[in-house]
């Protein structure tokens, strides 16, 4: 009879997995040096495009590591290593950066594209484990990743490799967004939609205009101030002085207050003073939403204010309809 197969450990397998590529990262962090700045500052000046170049799974993070670049800030595009031996080199231009991935720089379907690089005089960075290697020699900049044994290395399927390019991307990505003083309202542009294009939107995209405002003159008699704040619908109404500023706001809770007497009172009188918290149009809508409940006391409604003058007024279900959470 033949013997029972040993029990397969899936979780051991995950963990040695994980360890080996962190182990790796580690690596890869402590092995960066001036190439790496060299490559920033070549991205960093290049006129025209980054091309992110490669083959096989050195060409699915090339794209990837494109993606991230361009929606940091850079403009930047992949292309396929074979597709640009049949006629995609021709998207490349003399302004453009190359940066060409390959674990072991022998990729001879990278070879059209480093002869293209040569000719016209376009800087090229190389990501590979080899320097002494084709795609190494000819490059001006080569960012070496350790040449760490692959996570399945009986297989040597790319799998510690791929990591590192990714995570070595994601460093230049990285680094070139703050070399170009790459702000989150920038970043904002290149996101419109989704989960985190909603955290970055600002109080300013989502807040109702000076129309919808309920505001009144400090002298204003608290009868008319109460019209004012049923026609609005915002449980709050501002209190402007004699500029035009917003010198404070009435809310439920200073009604209660005053409930005696307070048709014999004007809005001035019954306000709070202040209002303590308001937002600026550009402030991000996350960043609202925080104030709202931290300092305490938790509002539900902010006015938006330029130079102490009422421009909008922001309510919290705005900012859960918006997605912000």
């Known amino acids: 009879m033949s013997a029972a197969p040993s029990a397969f450990d899936a979780v051991a397998v995950g963990r040695r997995v994980l360890a080996a590529e962190a182990e790796a990262l580690g690596q890869l ?3 960066l040096d001036d190439a790496f700045t060299r490559a920033v500052e070549t991205l960093f ?5 980054i091309v992110a170049t490669g083959i096989g799974k050195s060409g699915h993070v090339a794209r990837k590591i494109a993606a991230t670049l361009a929606s940091t800030g850079s403009v930047a595009m992949f ?17 453009d950066v190359i940066l060409a991935l390959s674990k072991t720089g022998e990729t001879r379907e990278l070879a059209d594209v480093i002869a293209y690089a040569a000719r016209f005089h376009i800087p090229l960075i190389a990501m590979t ?22 996570a399945a290395d009986e297989l040597n399927a790319p799998t ?48 109702h205009g000076f129309g919808e405002l309920p505001l009144v003159g400090a002298d204003t008699p608290m009868k008319d101030a109460l019209l004012v704040m049923t026609e609005k619908r915002w449980g709050i109404v501002g209190v402007t002085d004699a500029d035009g500023r917003l010198a404070g706001a009435v809310t439920d809770g200073d009604l209660r207050r005053h ?3 307070l048709m014999g009172h004007t809005a001035g009188q019954v306000m709070t003073p202040g209002p303590k918290k ?16 931290d300092p305490p006391p938790a509002v539900t409604v902010l006015f938006v204010v330029e ?9 919290i279900h705005d900012l859960l309809r918006a997605g912000v959470m």
């Open 307 to 315: 130079a102490g003058k009422p421009v909008g007024i922001l309510h």
């Open 29 to 31: 962090a402590s092995g």
């Open 79 to 95: 292309v396929h290593a074979t597709e640009a031996s049949h006629g995609d080199l021709g998207m490349i231009g003399a302004d």
């Open 129 to 150: 484990a080899v320097a002494d290697s084709a795609l190494g020699r000819a490059s001006d900049v080569v960012l070496l990743i350790p040449d760490a044994p692959e």
């Open 259 to 261: 409930i005696e007497g």
């Open 160 to 207: 510690t490799s791929t990591t590192l390019q990714m995570a070595l991307g994601d460093a230049l990505a990285v680094a070139l967004l703050q070399r170009r003083g790459f702000k989150p309202q920038d970043f904002r542009v290149f996101h419109p939609g989704g989960k985190l294009g909603a955290m970055l939107r600002t109080v300013g995209d989502l807040m």
């Open 45 to 49: 000046d290049a006129k025209g495009r």
């Open 278 to 293: 308001t937002v600026p149009p550009t402030m991000l809508a996350s960043e609202a939403l925080a104030l709202m409940s």
